[in-house]
C-alpha cells in the first residue's frame, strides 16, 4: 500500500533553514508528481510546491518562492522541500502528498511533520 | 487566482441526519473540484473527485454535485465517524491546486 513518511521537522529561529523529507513506498515514485502542502495550527490547507514526476518542472506558491525549493531522488524515492529564510508564518504542519495525474488531486498524503519557526 | 470559498463554516447535525455542505469558486473551475475529510490530529483524506466521482474506499453515503462555480458535498445520512472537517479544492490551473477554508461538521 502506499506510504508517505515526512521527517526534517522542528523548531528553527526566523531567518533559519531546514529540510524536510518524504520517504514514498507502495507505489512507483517515479512515475508521479508530488506535492507540499501545509497547515498551520487550527487553520485551513495551503499548497507550498509541487514537482514533476521526473523533477522536470517545479511550482511554488507565491508565498514561499524564492525561499523553499522543492526537489525529488527517484533512485531513493524520496522528495524534499528545503526551506530558507523561515519566517513565523511559515509554521505548520507540512503534508507530502501524491499527485494523481489523470484528476489533480492529492490522493495519498502522509502523517505530516511540524515545523516551528520561533525565536 | 481561484478562490474557493465554503459555507457554512460549522454545520452542527446529529447522527443520521442528511449534511449538505457548500463550495462557490471565484471563477468556473469546470468540473475540476474535489472534496477531502479531515479528522482532528490526521492527514487529509480524498472523498470526490473531478465534482461528483468517490474515490477508492469511500461510502456510498458520500456524495458531490456542481459545476462551474457552485458544488454541493452531501452526506446522505451521517455516521459518528463523519464528524470532521471537509475542504473543497480546485483543479483548473493543476498544479497550482488551491483549497477552500473548510466546513466544520460537528455533532449536535
Known amino acids: 500500500q502506499v506510504q508517505l513518511v515526512e521527517s526534517g521537522g522542528g523548531v528553527v529561529q526566523p531567518g533559519g533553514s531546514l529540510r524536510l523529507s518524504c520517504a514514498a513506498s507502495g507505489f512507483t515514485f517515479s512515475s508521479y508528481g508530488m506535492h507540499w502542502v501545509r497547515q498551520a495550527p487550527g487553520k485551513g490547507l495551503e499548497w507550498v510546491a509541487f514537482?514533476?514526476?521526473?523533477?522536470?518542472?517545479?511550482y511554488y506558491a507565491d508565498s514561499v518562492k524564492g525561499r523553499f525549493t522543492i526537489s525529488r531522488d527517484n533512485s531513493k524515492n524520496t522528495l524534499y522541500l528545503q526551506m530558507n529564510s523561515l519566517r513565523a508564518e511559515d509554521t505548520a504542519v507540512y503534508y507530502c502528498?501524491?499527485?494523481?495525474?489523470?484528476?489533480?488531486?492529492?490522493?495519498?498524503w502522509g502523517q505530516g511533520t511540524l515545523v516551528t519557526v520561533s525565536s | 487566482e481561484i478562490v474557493l470559498t465554503q459555507s457554512p463554516a460549522t454545520l452542527s447535525l446529529s447522527p443520521g441526519e442528511r449534511a449538505t455542505l457548500s463550495c462557490r469558486a471565484s471563477?468556473?473551475?469546470?468540473?475540476?473540484l474535489a472534496w477531502y475529510q479531515q479528522k482532528p490530529g490526521q492527514a487529509p483524506r480524498l472523498l470526490i473527485y473531478?465534482?461528483?466521482n468517490r474515490a477508492t474506499g469511500i461510502p456510498a453515503r458520500f456524495s458531490g454535485s456542481g459545476s462551474g462555480t457552485d458544488f454541493t458535498l452531501t452526506i446522505s445520512s451521517l455516521e459518528p465517524e463523519d464528524f470532521a472537517v471537509y475542504y473543497c479544492q480546485q483543479r483548473s490551473n493543476w498544479p497550482l491546486i488551491t483549497f477552500g477554508q473548510g466546513t466544520r461538521l460537528e455533532i449536535k
Open positions: 471563477q468556473s473551475v469546470s468540473s475540476y
Open positions: 473531478d465534482a461528483s
Open positions: 502528498a501524491k499527485d494523481s495525474p489523470l484528476y489533480g488531486v492529492a490522493d495519498y
Open positions: 514537482i514533476r514526476y521526473d523533477g522536470s518542472n517545479k
